[in-house]
């Protein structure tokens, strides 16, 4: 449906893109769920198994913090901290400026 959209109307896409708060909402939450993905399956299987499926059902905030500490270990602050970091960033931002224009 997006696609058949797109192929209407492709000034629309770039009309869509260039609003200021299209990027905020790329380079933020969509980034974050991106890099949080590949951060998982960049560190070895036995890892994920034990630190992530040990508790099915909920999160388990010592197993990801340890996930982190981990990744970090083998790979250092590399460019996919980075990302992480910046994006998560923007996503507070964008939640912040939601929070606040509800009000």
């Given at each position: 449906?997006?696609?058949?959209?797109?192929?209407?109307?492709p000034g629309a896409l770039l009309?869509?893109?260039?609003?200021?708060?299209?990027?905020?909402?790329?380079?933020?939450?969509?980034?974050?769920?991106?890099?949080?993905?590949?951060?998982?399956?960049r560190l070895p299987k036995e890892l994920?198994?034990?630190?992530?499926?040990?508790?099915?059902?909920?999160?388990?905030?010592?197993?990801?913090?340890?996930?982190?500490?981990?990744?970090?270990?083998?790979?250092?602050?590399?460019?996919?901290?980075?990302?992480?970091?910046?994006?998560?960033?923007?996503?507070?931002?964008?939640?912040?400026?939601?929070?606040?224009?509800?009000?």
């Amino acid at each position: 449906m997006l696609y058949d959209a797109v192929r209407r109307n492709p000034g629309a896409l770039l009309e869509f893109i260039r609003l200021p708060g299209c990027w905020m909402i790329l380079l933020g939450p969509i980034l974050l769920w991106i890099s949080l993905a590949t951060f998982y399956f960049r560190l070895p299987k036995e890892l994920r198994a034990v630190y992530v499926a040990q508790k099915p059902g909920g999160f388990y905030f010592g197993a990801m913090r340890f996930l982190f500490v981990e990744y970090r270990r083998r790979h250092g602050y590399d460019w996919l901290l980075w990302i992480m970091t910046a994006s998560g960033a923007v996503t507070l931002i964008v939640i912040a400026l939601l929070a606040m224009s509800k009000r």
